[in-house]
């Protein structure tokens, strides 16, 4: 069974950065699609940014530009780079694994969650 556990939410004000990191195990996982999703409050869960099985990133255009996602195989580790923080990037970040070792996130297994907060 996979286990994806997060790491790095916080408080930040606007124009900050946080890095919210995840462990995916098992690492056979790290092979397919991983990434992240984010729910606000009132707001349904969004896919945000994953890595394909491919190694291509892909991002919501409400973050390209902003958040960088990556992955090191080597430690089986997530990362998300977020900078230039606004409000509205207020919510739970989840990390994601495709749960059927394909290469697009479809259908995900999620993490607990970590909340990000950005104060105006």
């Known amino acids: 069974q996979v286990q994806l556990v997060e790491s790095g939410g916080g408080l930040v004000q606007a124009g900050g950065s946080l890095r919210l990191s995840c462990t995916v195990s098992?690492?056979?996982?790290?092979?397919?699609?991983v990434g992240w999703f984010r729910q606000a409050p009132g707001k349904e869960r969004e896919g945000i940014a994953a890595?394909?099985?491919?190694?291509?990133?892909d991002y919501a255009e409400s973050v390209k530009g902003r958040f960088t996602v990556s992955k090191d195989i080597a430690t089986n580790t997530l990362t998300l780079q977020m900078d230039n923080l606004k409000a509205e990037d207020t919510a739970m970040y989840y990390c994601?694994?495709?749960?059927?070792?394909?290469?697009?996130?479809?259908?995900?297994?999620y993490g607990q969650g970590t909340q990000v907060t950005v104060s105006s």
């Open positions: 994601v694994a495709d749960a059927n070792g394909g290469s697009r996130c479809d259908t995900v297994y």
């Open positions: 098992p690492g056979t996982y790290m092979r397919y699609c």
């Open positions: 890595i394909n099985s491919d190694g291509r990133p």
